[in-house]
Structures are given as C-alpha cells and as structure tokens.
C-alpha cells in the first residue's frame, strides 16, 4: 500500500505550496501565518497511561519527522504533581502503547526498532528494559495480570489461504511470475492494512519477564479486542464472534471469558449486537462492558452495561443517557465506571454510578486527528481517581491534562513556541437553525487571521464525514491553512451527526444523503447572514461522507463557485461490492442489498444527479483507499469529463482512506491543491504562490 503511479490526467502539487494571503509576512523571513512547512513542527500528544498510585503519566508523544515524512512516536513521563516531564523512549524507532504493572514499578509498550513491532517491559527504578516477545506481527490489547507476573495480548496468527491447482515445477534459477493469489474471505482487504495476509487474531499470554507464549484461543474466526483479567490473574476477559458466519455478522460479538490454562471460551453474553470492551470490577464480582441490542439501524448509542462474573444479572446503567459511552474503567472502589461520553461535539469523561447516576469529570478532550476538527479523545484512571486525559482546543493540538478533585489541569504545551509566534484563525461558534424542520444545528466560523469584520471573504463550507461523526470546537491543520489563505471556513454538525443522541443521528436512517443537505444550506446561510461572508464566493469540500454530501451538493445547487469532493462515494451500488466494510451497506444503510433494490441505491447516490452539476469540481482520493475506493472517484471524475465540467482528478499515493493526511508533505500539498483549484474560480484571488513558501527539504512533485 505504499506506491502508486499517477496518471498524466492526475495532479499533485508542491508539498506545502500554500499561497501565502495578500498581507503575508516578505518571503525572506519567516511567515506570521500558519503554512504548510508548519505541519512539519507540530508536536502532540495522545495515549495517556496513569500509574496506578496517580503520580506519573506516561504518554505518546507524536511528532512529525521532515526527513522521512512520517510520524515519529515516543514515550515520555509527566510528575503529575509539579508538571515535569522528561523522555522516556525516543530515538530513531518507534515507541507506543505504554501500559503500568499493577504495582507501577515496571512500564510494558512496543517498539518497532527496524523490524516487527514488539512488546518491552521497563524497569522503572533500575532504567532497564528487556524485549519480552519476539514476533511475526504487532501485538494488540496489551494488559497485565492482576499479580503482575503475565502480559496478555492479541496478535494475528498466519494460516494457509485456498489452494486451486498448482503452476508446473520451476527449473533451477528460473525467474517467473508471482503465484496465483486466491482469495476466499468476505473481507480481503482493509483500510490502512491493504490485502490481508492469511490468518486469524489470536489471543496470548507471556511472562512478564520473559519466556514462552501461551496461545488461547484457536480457529478460524478472530478473537481480542480489549482484554480484561478477572482478579485471581487465572482467567481473560474478551470479545469476539465465534460463531459460523462471524463474516457476513459486521456488528456481532459476544463477551467471552477463558482460563489461561487452556479449554474452550465461555460466553456471557448472546444476543444480536455489539458487546466489546469488558472491564471486570476489582473486586471481581461484575464486569462492566459496552453494547447495545442491534436494531439494524444506522445508528445507536453504545451503552454501559455491567453483569456478573458469571454472566447473569445484566443491567444497562445508561439507558436515559442517550449519548454514545466508550472505554469502561472501573473505580478503585468498585462503586462506579468511568467512561468516555460524545456530547455535542465534545467529549467528555464521565462517571456512572450502579445506581445509574452520572457525573461530568473533564470535558474539552481533544484528538488525535490533526487535519479536521474531529471529536475524540483518550483518557485513564488511576486506583485513587485522578483521571489522565488528552486535552484540545481551537489554536491547540492534543495536549496531556489532570483531573481530581482539584478541577482539570493541564499539563504539557506541545507545539506552543509555534502556534503562539504565529496570528492563528480565531474559531468562534456559529448559531444555526434548519430551515427544514426549524432543529438547531451547531457550528463553528473560522476567521482569517488579522480578521476585519468590515469586510466580506471567500467561504469554505467544509463538511464532516461518517457520515455517523462529530465535529468540535478543535485544532485543524486543513481549517488554519484555509483561513490563512484568506478564506472564511464553516464546519458544522448536520442532522446525522453523533453526539446529539440517537434521534438526531437517525433523521438520515435510510435516508442519506436527505435533508442534512438542507442543514448545510441553512449554515451556509446562516454564516452569509453574519455580514463577512461574500456570497458570490462560496466554496464546499468535505471528505468520505462529507465527499458524498460535497457531491451530492454540486448536483442541486449552483451556489457554489467550485467544489472539492474529498474521498467521495458517487455510486452506492457499487460502493456496497468494493469496499472493506461491505458487510456495513446493508441492513445499515440500506434496508436491502444492491441487486435487491437498484433504483433505492441509484436514488441516493450523488451519480444520479451528475446530468446536474454545472460547478467545477476536483476530486481527491488516495491511491490505495479501501473504504470509499478510488474507482468512486474515478467514476466521479470521468462523468464530469464526459460532460464537460471542468474538473481535476488528484490522487495521493500510497494513501489510505484513513492515512490521507498523515504524511505531512502529502497533508499540505492536498491542501494546497484544493486552494488553487478554488482560487481558479474565485473573484479577486490573491497572487500566485512564491517559490519561498514550500516547506525546506521538500522536492515539488510533478503536476501532469
């Protein structure tokens, strides 16, 4: 999934060539504004892991590397009393995953040191670490035993694929083809992981210092997930579905329980839906987990549940929540469950009592994802309370905070002595009503730097995808590259949206695209209204669902001056055939399968009104994305040539779905692409980009 040639019809600008605003610093020094080449000095944080006493955070902290383009990992550790911190892991490799003995004398992560990733464990007072697995693949849900004396991880075990015939005996030193690949699963390919290698996820316990593993769990179905042992350090907690038709089941799983001795799994749960994340009480006596009963809907909360060890007594403690939970962890006393709750495009750490009651810890957690202003967030808990969480904001990338008794505080400032040099696009919330049904609709206007509320600017209308997602008020490298170059940006949570709870999610169940097209002209209008916007030059962009409704928009609306559809499905039909997560299309998104309902899917794709579009559209995809294939934008593309529509195909090369943004030279240059292709089309655009605004160390790719 690494290379791609692109063809003479696609395009791909200079890396980090950003037209500079018309009020940009001289290009002998260096900019006042947010650039392209800035992508490269960004650090950040995620994966925060307390030490069971509350005293010591160890964290990953992200950082982009200009040399080889590409993020580098490391570990390093926070003095949650004074703030200190200091490197724990870093150099060369990669280093990730930091999880504390139950006793916080010894630290296990995973390095990946110029081979396959493997699992460490650190002594923390002596500084010694000591390689505890030596494996084929990267090890998943790491958790130590209650005793501290094992390490139970995940890890995918090779298995032969079909055989069909056999190619004729090769003579000594011949060179021929590559033998015939055959493929016999559901799902063969994926997202971010390309053609699947043979095999199935396996369930293994270590010592942990060293030796032997134990496998589990066998077969031909997947077993991991998080992992939770029960007290006694005999026993592991974990989801899967075993069951005949695990492929065609993209939903189902069950909660399993298995001696580390051996023997068969036993299930305690059964029933249609999702049961993940298992998290057994200290005591020993419940398990809390997260799940819901499958209504084969596009969506439903996921909802924290506990039951007994044994499976019997199970209860929902957030039935009158109505906002997604994720990530259980128990209390020290066992009275209550800290979880991670979506709320209107925020995130927040809660805790839910047994008797059902929830209180806010921390709110403005922030994520990982730095190109658009996603909600997310992670977030631990130590014996005695004290919450260690990722902590974002408009002008801020993830960041480590604290929160006790005391209030939330922050403690690391990555990326500050950048972002506080530079005149930032100032983010301030937007008030929206649908004119459909009158719901209000959140969202938020990023202003240029230097902002003059007298006048009128360019508007972007970028557009979230899931389309089963959220926005918030967060850093965004696309949005501050956007208003840098001048133009006003609006993001907004249309009806579909999570975090607004299941009834404003479901108002496009089977409907979708619908009417969040109408939510999106009422924020369009509603920043129009606002006296800084001018409404001769509005743009729209937006990537995988947000793809789908920018090209959805360009075919009932010529409000637009150009469009850039990001990741775009144009054909649902065969959307639902190609992609990874086909399983999803229905019963989903569509109450019946292509074949079954043609003219259902063709109604709903953004193909069927191409006849329509009159707006310039680019369409950007990376080359190797398995979750909206690159054969949707193809499609797009080709049909507006056909019609005659002025448009461009980009392709990013070796880029998934999920990693299109993540090489920063590759971030800024789709960046930059999409400004010129709107600049081509806008009134008054600003001068060309200067040679001095390319990020240093970065060769100008070709444009074909």
Do not use: C
């Given at each position: ?30 900019s006042r504004y947010f650039t392209g080449s800035d992508l490269f000095n960004l650090e950040w944080a995620s994966d925060p892991e307390i030490s069971p006493d509350g005293r010591t955070i160890a ?82 849900g790491i958790a130590w035993s209650p005793d501290g004396r094992r390490l139970a991880y995940s890890m995918l075990v090779p298995d032969e694929s079909m055989r069909l015939g056999k190619a004729p ?536």
């Amino acid at each position: 999934m690494r290379t791609a040639k692109l063809s003479k019809l696609a395009i791909l600008l200079a890396a980090g060539s950003l037209p500079l605003p018309a009020i940009a610093a001289p290009a002998t020094g260096p900019s006042r504004y947010f650039t392209g080449s800035d992508l490269f000095n960004l650090e950040w944080a995620s994966d925060p892991e307390i030490s069971p006493d509350g005293r010591t955070i160890a964290y990953v902290r992200d950082s982009n590397d200009i040399m080889n383009d590409n993020v580098r990992r490391s570990i390093w550790l926070i003095d949650v009393a004074t703030g200190e911190q200091r490197p724990l892991l870093a150099g060369p490799g990669s280093y990730f995953s930091p999880r504390w003995s139950p006793d916080g004398t010894r630290l296990a992560y995973v390095a990946a040191e110029g081979s396959s990733p493997q699992l460490f464990v650190r002594w923390m007072a002596s500084g010694e670490s000591a390689r505890i697995t030596g494996l084929p693949t990267s090890p998943g849900g790491i958790a130590w035993s209650p005793d501290g004396r094992r390490l139970a991880y995940s890890m995918l075990v090779p298995d032969e694929s079909m055989r069909l015939g056999k190619a004729p005996d090769k003579p000594e030193g011949a060179k021929w083809a590559e033998p015939l690949q055959v493929i016999d699963k559901v799902t063969y390919r994926f997202d971010a992981a390309g053609y699947l290698k043979p095999g199935y996820r396996q369930i293994f316990w270590v010592p942990a210092d060293g030796g032997a593993p134990t496998q589990l769990t066998f077969g031909t179905t997947n077993a991991g997930g998080e992992l939770s042992w029960t007290p006694d350090s005999r026993s592991i907690l974990f989801s899967a579905d075993l069951s005949s038709n695990w492929q065609r089941e993209p939903l189902q799983s069950d909660i399993y329980k298995i001696g580390i001795d051996g023997g068969a799994p036993v299930a305690l749960t059964n029933r249609e839906g999702p049961d993940n994340a298992p998290a057994v009480s200290p005591d020993g006596r419940q398990i809390a987990w997260i799940g819901f009963d499958d209504k084969h809907l596009g969506y439903q909360d996921r909802r924290l549940n506990v039951m007994n060890l044994d499976g019997s007594g199970k209860r929902v403690l957030t039935t009158s929540l109505d906002r997604s939970v994720s990530s259980p962890a128990w209390s020290g006393d066992g009275r209550s469950v800290y979880v991670q709750v979506e709320d209107q495009g925020v995130n927040k750490v809660e805790r839910v009592g047994l008797d059902g009651s929830v209180r806010v810890i921390a709110s403005d957690m922030g994520f990982s994802e730095l190109d658009r202003p996603y909600a997310g967030g992670d977030f631990s808990v130590s014996k005695n309370g004290v919450v260690a969480l990722t902590s974002g904001d408009p002008l801020h990338p993830n960041q480590i905070a604290v929160a006790s008794g005391n209030g939330v505080r922050r403690l690391t400032h990555l990326s500050s002595s950048l972002l506080d040099s530079k005149v930032l696009a100032q983010v301030q919330k937007l008030s929206v009503t649908s004119e459909f049904d009158k719901r209000p609709i959140d969202a938020w206007m990023v202003t240029p730097p230097d902002f003059d509320p007298a006048k009128k600017y360019p508007m972007i209308l970028e557009i979230h995808g899931g389309p089963y997602s959220a926005y918030g008020p967060q850093f965004s490298t696309d949005d501050q590259l956007y208003a840098a170059h001048g133009y006003v940006v609006v993001f907004s949570n249309p009806r579909g949206s999570t975090s607004y709870g299941e009834d404003f999610a479901n108002q496009i169940e089977k409907a979708y695209p619908g009417h969040d097209y109408d939510d999106l002209m009422s924020v369009t209008d509603a920043a129009i209204a606002t006296g800084h916007v001018d409404q001769n030059n509005l743009f729209v962009t937006g990537g995988s669902g947000g793809g789908v409704l920018t090209s959805w928009i360009v075919g009932k609306t010529d409000r637009f001056r150009a469009a850039a559809a990001q990741k775009p499905v144009i054909n649902w039909a065969s959307w639902g055939l190609t992609a990874d997560i086909a399983g999803f299309s229905s019963p989903y998104w569509f109450a019946k399968r292509p074949w079954e309902d043609p003219m259902g899917y063709w109604q709903r794709s953004p193909l069927s009104l191409v006849g329509n579009v009159k707006t310039p559209t680019l369409v950007v995809v990376g080359s190797e994305d398995y979750r909206t294939p690159d054969s949707e934008a193809e499609q797009f593309y080709e049909a507006l040539q056909l019609r005659g529509i002025p448009t461009a195909l980009v392709k990013v090369p070796g880029a998934s779905h999920e990693t299109l943004t993540d090489r920063p030279s590759q971030s800024a240059a789709k960046a930059s692409a999409i400004l010129a292709w709107f600049d081509k089309y806008r009134s008054n655009a600003p001068a060309a980009p200067t040679a001095s605004s390319a990020p240093q160390g970065a060769s100008p790719a070709s444009a074909h």
